[in-house]
Every structure is written in structure tokens, then in C-alpha cells.
């Protein structure tokens, strides 16, 4: 008997492994955990986002286990077109009861729609959506808490501090995507549905571990694809990254209606909801909590709560006029100017953007005459506020040169306005409503761009000082200065300082 000749065997049978192995390796790819790319082979470095050891393999099919010969066979359904004229109702809202969260999300929650809420961790995101799903279940609606982080015992605890325990909420502790919209497709639908966390769920139509790129993207697709189905409003809580971004795929944030953002400072009890994205309201507004030991306080006047501890008669502080979205807000704003030991001078900012405070120095240098190379600067914004409007260079500066000379400004002046780079002092926005909140909370003065008098509509009492340009703003603040009373050795050094009013008012006349 002749042997089997085995090498024709392995040539009809080699190029059929290859084909499969090949089908199988063009299924998956390595992808970055942080920003979404997708990359053929491993590497250590993501190069969209520069971020190390994040890429993991995945399988990228898409979110369907159909075979390929049934999806190849597949014929769409036919859909009715319907035209731009005909009868449109708005869509109708459900308050929260919480009169801060319904300011951000424009009026309470669209049915249907789905909002993503990110925060650090501890920031009050649990809390706050506990406090808003008992208020409605309180009111008679059917509210749904599903945690993928907690037990049901975990949740309950917080529900008994924050003295919520009676409030008929439905618990769950789930992480299946298809179980959670099973159970909720039972019954009358829900009018809110917290999903705490979209990192943590999870569905088969996809072969990833839960927090992938690929799993949150699918489940994201199948709860809010269930919302607009149903009609039920539904929360989505995401993860943040360490420089305060949603984790996650970016598609996410466009395939939600709303993305909100829970800001706040760990040692402030202030916390502050602003809206980064609303298709059914404004994108500027915010709403301003309190933590206290019964959960998050809602804070009617945000003004004068970031004005409680302001420390007056201290040189380096200016009260700044904002507006955040409809509101007007005032908040202090701290400044400190210290002779540096250091090569190159530092320059902090916290609550307000370091680009905008580069500006205003290389301002106050060329334009003022204010020599800040030699020094330390340091701008902090009270009670742990974000500022983002550029109204704020005017007070930024005044606060600047107020510490650069030690002279107190004012302790009842608000300041507002924009700097431009030529030092001209540019308009603001909605300059009577800042007006008003200013002599609501007892202020006397205001310090504001000259072109704006004709914006002015009720001033309140207050005495307007107009500025054209910043020269004359500094001329004003170096004219209020005093030496400063320290014990410093260095004579000469402390010359240099006490000498600063007057070269100031030599320099701008």
C-alpha cells in the first residue's frame, strides 16, 4: 500500500486556513481606550492622543451578530417622507422639581431624550441625581435608579442620609444592557431612568469587556435607541478623565441630547452645573448647589454666597459683574503679585482660562508701563467658579496692579470689561443686568467701558466711572497706592516697591 502523499494534502488545506485566519485577524483591532482611535497592530502610544499604554484589542464587527450571508440578503423597509409644512407640537417637559437642575437643562426633561452627566469622582453626581428621581417619584411619576457601581443596600444608604428613603424609586443593580431594556419595556414607561454608570454596562452584541470604547458606544446606541422609542427620559452618568473630560468615545456626547458637567472644588462646598451641550435649551446656563450633610442644596443667589467670606480692604481683590448664561453673577476675584527668586517668573491661574491672564500681563507691560517680569503672579477665583466670558480682564486687572502697588480698590466697586490688545477697553453684553445685581447686593460703584453708558438702562444709583482705555484705569489704582509694610532686609528692594506709585503716575501722567 502506498503511503497517502501528504504534502498535496497540506496544499489543498493551507490556503483555506490562511483565508479564515486572515477573515478572523480583519475582524479586530487595537483600540485607544481614551480617544477611540483604531490602529491595525499594537503600540505603546496612541498617536491622536498622545496617551500611553491605552490601546486594547477588540473586536470591530459592529454591534450585530447576524451572519454575513443573512445581512448580505437583508432588503431595507420602506419609511413614510413627510414634508417641512404641517402642525408641530412642542416637546413637552417634565420638571424635576429641582428649580437649579431645570435652569440648565432649559425647563425640566424632553421626553425622550437622553443627557450625559459627567463629574470627578465625590463630586455629588449620585447625590444629586437621587435627590431628583425621589422628587419625581414623590410627584406620581415612575422613576427608575439602575446602578452598575452599587448594591441596592449601597443606594438605599444614601437615600436614608439624605432622609429619601420613602420616596417610591425603583432600584436595580444591573449591568446588562438587554436585561435593563427588557424590564423596562414591562409596565407603564418610565418618566426617568438614571443609568449610574454608562462605563460600567455592558451587551452581547459586541465581544468587549465592559468600559471599552466599542461596549459603551453599543450600549449608549441601545438606551438611547430604547428612549426615543418609549419616550422615557433618560440619564446617563459617565466617567470623567484626570484633565476633567467625559471617558469614553467622543460619539457618545453627539449621540445624546445634552451633555452636562458637575464642577466643583473638593474643599468648596459649592458646586456648579453648566450645560456644554442642550439641543432643547441654552448651552451658558448654569445652576449653583451647596453640599451639606442632607445632600445639595439648591442656591437661589449665587451671588451673594460667593461674596459671604470676601475679605474687604485687602489689596489684590476686585468684585467682578459675570453673566453665566441668563444670570448675572458676582464673583471675587484674588490676585497676587510677589517678587520672584526663580529665573523665570511663575504664573497660576485657577478658575479662569491661564491664556487670557497671558494676555492681560503682556497688556499691562506694553501698553501701562507695568513691569511684571520680575515678579510672581498668582489670579484665583473665589469660591471655586469657572469663568470663561472674557468680561473679566477689566477686574483681572484691576486686581493685578491693586496687589503690584498695594492699594485696596474700592470695596464697593464692581468691575467688568474686555481688554483688548491695543489696551482699549472693549463692551460687554447685557451691561444693565450686571448693573442691577451690583446695587441689589448694596454696591455703590461700578467700573465699566466707556462705550457701554448708552447700553445702561437702570443703573440702580450707581456711580458710573468709565474707562476708555487701561492707562487710565492703572493711572487711577498707582494714584490710590501705599508703601508696603513689611520688614524686609533689602533696602533696596523695598525702595523699588514703595517708589512704584510714583512711577506709575509718571509714566501714565
Known amino acids: 500500500?502506498?503511503?497517502?502523499?501528504?504534502?498535496?494534502?497540506?496544499?489543498?488545506?493551507?490556503?483555506?486556513?490562511?483565508?479564515?485566519?486572515?477573515?478572523?485577524?480583519?475582524?479586530?483591532?487595537?483600540?485607544?481606550?481614551?480617544?477611540?482611535?483604531?490602529?491595525?497592530?499594537?503600540?505603546?502610544?496612541?498617536?491622536?492622543?498622545?496617551?500611553?499604554?491605552?490601546?486594547?484589542?477588540?473586536?470591530t464587527t459592529g454591534a450585530t451578530s447576524m451572519p454575513l450571508s443573512?445581512?448580505?440578503?437583508?432588503?431595507?423597509?420602506?419609511?413614510?417622507?413627510?414634508?417641512?409644512?404641517?402642525?408641530?407640537?412642542?416637546?413637552?417637559?417634565?420638571?424635576?422639581?429641582?428649580?437649579?437642575?431645570?435652569?440648565?437643562?432649559?425647563?425640566?426633561?424632553?421626553?425622550?431624550?437622553?443627557?450625559?452627566?459627567?463629574?470627578?469622582?465625590?463630586?455629588?453626581k449620585s447625590t444629586l441625581l437621587t435627590?431628583?428621581?425621589?422628587?419625581?417619584?414623590?410627584?406620581?411619576?415612575?422613576?427608575?435608579?439602575i446602578s452598575g457601581e452599587e448594591a441596592v443596600a449601597q443606594v438605599r444608604l444614601r437615600a436614608e442620609r439624605l432622609g429619601l428613603a420613602d420616596a417610591p424609586v425603583q432600584l436595580a443593580a444591573e449591568t446588562s444592557v438587554e436585561d435593563i431594556?427588557?424590564?423596562?419595556?414591562?409596565?407603564?414607561?418610565?418618566?426617568?431612568?438614571?443609568?449610574?454608570?454608562?462605563?460600567?454596562?455592558?451587551?452581547?452584541?459586541?465581544e468587549s469587556a465592559p468600559g471599552t470604547v466599542t461596549q459603551?458606544?453599543?450600549?449608549?446606541?441601545?438606551?438611547?435607541?430604547?428612549?426615543?422609542k418609549s419616550g422615557a427620559a433618560i440619564i446617563l452618568v459617565g466617567h470623567v478623565t484626570k484633565d476633567g473630560q467625559i471617558a469614553g468615545p467622543r460619539v457618545v456626547e453627539h449621540m445624546v441630547d445634552a451633555v452636562l458637567s458637575f464642577e466643583g472644588e473638593g474643599s468648596q462646598q459649592f458646586r456648579i452645573l453648566r450645560a456644554v451641550k442642550n439641543r432643547f435649551g441654552p448651552t451658558d446656563e448654569i445652576g449653583v448647589f451647596e453640599m451639606t450633610g442632607l445632600g445639595l442644596r439648591e442656591v437661589s443667589n449665587p451671588s451673594e454666597l460667593f461674596l459671604s467670606e470676601r475679605d474687604l480692604g485687602s489689596p489684590g481683590t476686585a468684585v467682578f459683574a459675570g453673566i453665566e448664561g441668563t444670570r448675572p453673577v458676582l464673583v471675587e476675584l484674588q490676585a497676587l503679585v510677589a517678587p520672584t527668586t526663580l529665573g523665570t517668573p511663575r504664573r497660576a491661574v485657577v478658575g479662569w482660562d491661564p491664556s487670557r491672564l497671558s494676555m492681560v500681563l503682556a497688556v499691562l507691560e506694553a501698553h501701562c508701563g507695568v513691569k511684571l517680569s520680575g515678579y510672581d503672579v498668582y489670579l484665583n477665583v473665589a469660591g471655586g467658579l469657572r469663568i470663561q466670558e472674557p468680561a473679566a480682564d477689566l477686574a483681572a486687572a484691576a486686581a493685578l496692579v491693586s496687589s503690584l502697588v498695594n492699594a485696596p480698590?474700592?470695596?464697593?466697586?464692581?468691575?467688568f470689561g474686555e481688554i483688548s490688545l491695543?489696551?482699549?477697553?472693549?463692551?460687554?453684553?447685557?451691561?444693565?443686568?450686571?448693573?442691577?445685581?451690583?446695587?441689589?447686593?448694596?454696591?455703590?460703584?461700578?467700573?465699566?467701558?466707556?462705550?457701554?453708558?448708552?447700553?445702561?438702562?437702570?443703573d440702580g444709583g450707581l456711580a458710573l466711572n468709565s474707562?476708555?482705555?487701561l492707562t487710565s484705569l492703572v493711572a487711577q489704582i498707582a494714584a490710590r497706592g501705599n508703601p508696603r509694610n513689611n520688614r524686609d532686609n533689602n533696602r533696596e528692594g523695598a525702595a523699588e516697591k514703595n517708589a512704584t506709585p510714583a512711577r506709575f503716575r509718571r509714566e501714565n501722567g
Not at 418610565?190 to 452581547?204: A, E, F, K, N
Open 1 to 59: 500500500m502506498l503511503a497517502p502523499d501528504h504534502s498535496m494534502l497540506w496544499m489543498r488545506i493551507k490556503p483555506q486556513s490562511r483565508l479564515t485566519s486572515s477573515m478572523a485577524r480583519s475582524t479586530l483591532s487595537f483600540v485607544c481606550q481614551n480617544c477611540g482611535a483604531a490602529y491595525n497592530r499594537w503600540q505603546g502610544k496612541c498617536d491622536s492622543c498622545d496617551e500611553w499604554n491605552t490601546l486594547s484589542e477588540e473586536d
Open 409 to 415: 480698590l474700592p470695596t464697593d466697586a464692581v468691575y
Open 422 to 458: 491695543s489696551g482699549a477697553v472693549r463692551p460687554v453684553a447685557q451691561t444693565s443686568a450686571r448693573l442691577k445685581e451690583a446695587a441689589k447686593l448694596g454696591f455703590g460703584r461700578a467700573v465699566l467701558p466707556e462705550s457701554a453708558r448708552g447700553e445702561v438702562g437702570g
Open 216 to 228: 459603551v458606544r453599543a450600549s449608549a446606541q441601545a438606551l438611547i435607541r430604547f428612549a426615543k
Open 467 to 469: 474707562i476708555g482705555g
Open 131 to 145: 435627590q431628583a428621581t425621589s422628587i419625581l417619584a414623590r410627584a406620581g411619576h415612575r422613576a427608575v435608579y
Open 181 to 206: 431594556v427588557s424590564t423596562l419595556s414591562q409596565g407603564a414607561v418610565p418618566r426617568l431612568i438614571v443609568i449610574d454608570s454608562i462605563q460600567t454596562m455592558w451587551t452581547d452584541t459586541v
Open 70 to 124: 443573512v445581512r448580505s440578503r437583508r432588503k431595507g423597509r420602506t419609511f413614510a417622507l413627510e414634508s417641512l409644512t404641517g402642525k408641530s407640537n412642542d416637546a413637552p417637559r417634565l420638571p424635576s422639581g429641582m428649580t437649579e437642575l431645570d435652569r440648565v437643562t432649559g425647563g425640566g426633561f424632553v421626553r425622550g431624550s437622553v443627557l450625559l452627566v459627567g463629574g470627578d469622582p465625590g463630586i455629588g
